[in-house]
């Protein structure tokens, strides 16, 4: 068996990589992406699909943004 790892795009800072896993006879046994953190470069979540890896990334943005506002309207009221 081998692996492969490719870095694919670069989506909002995040680094998407294809992680591809052939077999001794050369053929694709399977293949993810992955969804590597823009700050510490940790694998936050794998995909099956580049779509899918890409709204990862867009889902994990609005949640920040979510997260942020919550949390700075806390702030303001108290």
């Known amino acids: ?3 492969a790892r490719r870095e694919e795009k670069q989506v909002l800072g995040y680094t998407i990589v294809r ?3 052939y077999d001794d006879a050369g053929e694709l046994v399977s293949r993810c992406y992955e969804v590597l953190c823009p700050r ?3 694998v936050l979540g794998r995909q099956q699909s580049l779509r899918a890896a890409r709204r990862y ?7 920040g943004m979510r997260r942020k506002r919550h949390v700075l309207g806390a702030v303001h009221i108290a």
Do not use: F, I, P, Y
């Not at 990334?57 to 949640?63: A, F, I, P, T």
């Open 57 to 63: 990334v867009v889902m994990q943005e609005l949640h």
């Open 1 to 3: 068996m081998r692996s």
């Open 40 to 42: 510490s470069a940790a």
């Open 19 to 21: 992680c591809e896993v």
